[in-house]
């Protein structure tokens, strides 16, 4: 049976930007770097809390996509805290409810584009009951 989501792994043009928007407005920990024998950092996991990890390599050469990946996803116990904390820093968003599940959430670009999304469940979710252990 699956525990959770272990880690994504993607791959950055900009290793220490990227590692500096996650810490600073993710909060997200080094938990591990990736160092070549010269000692070069080449590669983190970032601690996300409950035993999630995000990974990120140096890409100087970018791969291309493929064309399927849309986002990722961090659950909040407080939107408007996490929304407040990204327009700080200059993000425009909007938080609105999904069409069809109607979960609270705001979307936003890390560094290398990636889509981010922060969501948080309430009596209108329809996952609600998944996510405090009624179903699922």
């Known amino acids: 049976m699956i525990k959770r ?3 994504a792994s993607f791959g950055s043009r900009d290793l220490a930007r990227t590692i500096g928007f996650y ?3 993710l909060g997200c920990k080094i938990a591990h770097e990736f160092r ?3 000692g070069e950092l080449y590669g983190v996991f970032l601690y996300c ?8 390599f140096n890409e100087t050469e970018p791969k291309p996509a ?7 996803c961090f659950e909040t116990d407080d939107i408007e805290a996490e929304a407040a904390r990204f327009r700080a820093a200059g993000h425009q968003l ?4 999904g069409r069809t599940d109607q979960i609270l959430q705001f979307f936003v ?5 990636i889509m981010i999304e922060f969501q948080q469940h309430d009596e209108k979710s329809v996952l609600l009951s998944y996510v405090t252990g009624g179903r699922g």
């Open 23 to 25: 810490q600073s407005l």
């Open 49 to 56: 809390g409950n035993g999630t990890f995000l990974e990120f």
């Open 66 to 72: 493929s064309g399927l990946f849309r986002h990722i």
């Open 36 to 38: 070549n024998s010269a």
């Open 109 to 113: 670009h890390d560094p290398d584009e």
């Open 5 to 7: 989501l272990s880690h």
């Open 94 to 97: 909007e938080i609105r409810r």
